[in-house]
């Protein structure tokens, strides 16, 4: 009885594999960018809607991830983008709505301090809603570099069948494929067309650490120092490393935000 198990199992291996044989070439290329911004003193704003938030959780502050000397992960989550509930306040239906309306993400970037010289990761496993399209352009507009990632499967369909729709592969600078099916789900039931088991969270998440261990050796051998962010399960560091960590990111953001 563990087809199931297995066959899942061996379908986000076959990704993972996929990913890492397909799409190394593109993550350095990203990693490249963003650690040049970081060095720089500019910011990497994250951002993705609904389940393509998740990245933005996990890129920081995260066990193992960082902070630069002069730049660093700018998480852009927005609670309306999110979802807390399956009905009724801050449930799934308003925000699968609110995410495919045009115009609504700009007023929220208007208040996160884009700044020229910065970069956009932007995460979408279709690639076509407005809230990641849009985050894209509005990057764009404002000098960012974008990096997208997102199902190539989903973004050539949409090409095909809607030619004039705008799409990521059409913005970003670098288009990193998730490779997973544009139906995301993987694994088949005996009688049912629907198929269970979700590919895209795990798929994206190791593309995110992809980019986080690639820039942080990239950032360390050019002798920038790193804030890394430790778990307090490490003796050899102090309990007041991760506050000093904290320290390091709040005044980033505020030189940023006060144009130093």
Known sequence: MKKYLNGYFEKEV???NKIHETQSEKIVEAAHVMAE????????????????AIPAMEIFPRYGSFVGEKGAFHPLLNPRLLWWNV???G??????????????????????????????LVFSHGGVNAAPVEAAIYAKDHGLKVVA??????????GKQQPQT??????????????????DALVPLDGKVEKVGPGSTIAIITITQFIVVQM??????????????VSPNVKEIPLTHNQDVFKQYTKIINDHTNGR
Request: glycine content about 8%; hydrophobic content about 45%; charged content about 20%.
């Open 149 to 158: 990632v997102t199902s190539m499967e989903n973004q050539l369909l949409v």
């Open 37 to 52: 911004a970081i060095s720089s003193g500019h910011l990497v704003h994250v951002f993705g809607s609904a389940h393509s």
């Open 166 to 183: 705008p799409k990521l592969l059409d913005i970003a600078d670098i288009v990193i494929d998730n490779c997973v099916p544009l139906e």
């Open 216 to 229: 942080a050796g990239e950032l360390n051998e050019k002798g920038v120092k790193l804030n890394i962010f």
């Open 91 to 120: 449930a799934v239906k308003d925000l699968l709505w609110l995410e495919r309306q045009k115009g609504y993400i700009a007023n929220y970037l208007d208040e996160q301090d884009l700044k020229s010289g910065d970069v956009l």
């Open 14 to 16: 076959e990704i993972i």
């Open 87 to 89: 009905v009724g306040t």
